[in-house]
Nanobody, 121 residues
Framework: QVQLVESGGGLVQAGGSLRLSCVAS????????MAWYRQAPGKQRELVAV???????NYADSVKGRFTISRDNAKNTVYLQMNSLKPEDTAVYYC???????????????WGQGTQVTVSS
């Protein structure tokens, strides 16, 4: 398993931007697909974005065109650049290594503590 530490969340006004970071332990980081999830109060955790080992990306429809996922294998870090934030993006954001394919990804590791993102209207 990979150990994960997320950071970069905060309070931002609607239309603003944030950049989340997730540092993963383990030498296998470079061969794993990585993903960002989020969980809003009272809702199930949902997959937001995936970046494969080769750099291909997938996004939830709700964030397409606004969020960008990227990775730096040398730093064992995955990022989520979030622009044009909306109040409905408010959630705790988590990263994880994943396996599967588009539309059918599953997380592999235990969840970290996440990072809170709050978007005010």
């Amino acid at each position: 398993q990979v150990q994960l530490v997320e950071s970069g969340g905060g309070l931002v006004q609607a239309g603003g931007s944030l950049r989340l970071s997730c540092v993963a332990s383990g030498s296998i980081f470079s061969i794993n697909a990585m993903a960002w999830y989020r969980q809003a109060p009272g809702k199930q955790r949902e997959l937001v974005a995936v970046v494969t080992a080769g750099g291909s990306t997938n996004y939830a429809d709700s964030v397409k065109g606004r969020f960008t996922i990227s990775r730096d294998n040398a730093k064992n870090t995955v990022y989520l650049q979030m622009n044009s934030l909306k109040p409905e993006d408010t959630a705790v954001y988590y990263c994880n290594d994943v396996y599967g394919y588009s539309g059918n990804y599953h997380h592999s590791s235990s969840w970290g503590q996440g990072t809170q993102v709050t978007v005010s209207s």
